[in-house]
């Protein structure tokens, strides 16, 4: 089975600073998807960024980016130029592409706190 | 299409009593899963339906529980005899089929058992 884990509960961060938020994973499977999530309070959660495994170069989109090392199984969201918006609960997950249901294995998530 | 939609938002009930919840997947979306998520934890997957059927259900979904999704639209997560233990948020998600597709969540029913 496979199992994610985010080792920082809370992670502060200065507005307009650079934080960056960990993440491993385990599995024995070599086709899967990696996602960043982002859980504001009482609001849903939704996707930050995505990371085929079979690719190498690291997924980016606007002030995100990831830092994804397969061999080490490690999933790592940077993000640039912090606001007071990127407040919010982040999880890391998993995602089989040999699994039929697909379905998502997140970490514990990290509270993320932007400073003003 | 506004996204998936999820009924009630909150839930407080008392042990012992049945409840049940609603979710509404985005329309195109054959996938529809159920997701349980305990204060300060990451989301735990419960069961997930392709269409109508039912395929897949988590060893966390225990016979009080049952999940719906008639006719492949709209599904129901129905928990029977409530306990304490079952005080949760409670997420629905819906997407395509295939890992690459992104998952979209509701915003979840909170269930409070007194």
């Known amino acids: 089975a496979q199992t994610v884990t985010q080792s920082q509960p809370e992670m502060s961060v200065q507005e307009a600073e650079t934080v960056t938020l960990s993440c491993t994973y385990d599995t024995s499977e070599s086709d899967y998807y990696l996602f960043w999530y982002k859980q504001p309070p009482s609001r849903q959660m939704i996707l930050v960024i995505r990371q085929e495994a079979y690719k190498q170069q690291n997924a980016t989109e606007n002030r995100f980016s990831v830092n994804f090392q397969k061999a080490a199984k490690s999933f790592s969201l940077k993000i640039s130029d912090s606001q007071l918006g990127d407040a919010a609960m982040y999880f890391c997950?998993?995602?089989?592409?040999?699994?039929?249901?697909?379905?998502?294995?997140f970490g514990g998530g990290t509270r993320l706190m932007v400073k003003p | 299409d506004t996204g998936v939609s999820q009924d009630p938002r909150h839930k407080i009930t008392k042990r012992g009593q049945n409840v049940t919840f609603r979710c509404d997947p985005i329309?195109?979306?054959?996938?529809l899963y159920w997701y349980r998520q305990t204060l300060g934890q990451g989301p735990e997957f419960l069961t997930y339906?392709?269409?109508?059927?039912?395929?897949?259900k988590s060893r966390l979904l225990s016979d009080r529980f049952s999940a719906e999704r008639p006719k492949g639209s709209f599904s129901t997560l129905e928990i029977q005899r409530t306990e304490q233990g079952d005080s949760a948020m409670y997420l629905c998600?819906?997407?395509?089929?295939?890992?690459?597709?992104?998952?979209?969540f509701g915003q979840g029913t909170r269930l409070t058992v007194v």
């Open positions: 997950a998993y995602r089989s592409d040999n699994n039929a249901g697909n379905m998502l294995t």
């Open positions: 329309s195109e979306h054959n996938r």
């Open positions: 998600a819906s997407s395509l089929k295939g890992g690459k597709a992104e998952a979209f």
């Open positions: 339906f392709q269409n109508e059927a039912q395929l897949e």
